[in-house]
């Protein structure tokens, strides 16, 4: 299993609350188990044990920070907030990726982790138009 800690968060983010820091073991857990869970990551922790690794352990911690700053980053799983006070007003849209506030694999860390094989077609050629 990889961990990671509340100070990794921090340094990846921000400093984190004390709050924060309680909740960031647990959130990491659960990131570690739902990526197993992945059909496309079931292979991960061969991976990390192979000799040498077919995925380092720094882009596993980073995925699971990632992970877990998106939770961080919107709590409650708002998708639009507003706030007004008197005569001032103010409304925001939050990015679908951090609206979800769910510990979730997004595509591109599932590359990071599981990288699409390379295509390639063999005998395709070029041929130049004009004389």
């Given at each position: 299993?990889?961990t990671?800690?509340a100070?990794?968060?921090?340094?990846q983010?921000?400093?984190?609350s004390?709050?924060e820091?309680?909740?960031?073991?647990?959130l990491?857990?659960?990131a570690?188990?739902?990526?197993?869970?992945?059909?496309?990551?079931?292979?991960?922790?061969?991976k990390l044990?192979?000799?040498?690794?077919?995925?380092?352990?720094?882009?596993?911690?980073?995925?699971?920070?990632?992970?877990?700053?998106?939770?961080?980053?919107?709590?409650?799983?708002?998708?639009?907030?507003?706030k007004?006070?008197?005569?001032?007003?103010?409304?925001?849209?939050?990015?679908?990726s951090i609206?979800?506030?769910?510990?979730?694999?997004?595509?591109?860390?599932?590359?990071?982790?599981?990288?699409?094989?390379?295509?390639?077609?063999?005998g395709?050629?070029v041929?130049?138009?004009?004389g």
């Amino acid at each position: 299993m990889v961990t990671i800690t509340a100070q990794d968060i921090a340094n990846q983010w921000r400093p984190l609350s004390p709050a924060e820091t309680a909740v960031v073991p647990g959130l990491a857990e659960q990131a570690w188990v739902r990526m197993l869970a992945h059909p496309r990551l079931s292979d991960l922790e061969a991976k990390l044990d192979a000799n040498p690794p077919t995925v380092s352990v720094a882009t596993v911690k980073s995925v699971i920070a990632s992970m877990v700053i998106r939770v961080l980053k919107n709590p409650e799983s708002a998708r639009q907030i507003s706030k007004s006070h008197d005569d001032w007003s103010r409304s925001q849209t939050l990015d679908s990726s951090i609206s979800t506030g769910e510990l979730y694999v997004n595509d591109r860390e599932l590359d990071l982790l599981d990288p699409p094989p390379e295509y390639s077609t063999p005998g395709m050629f070029v041929i130049p138009l004009g004389g």
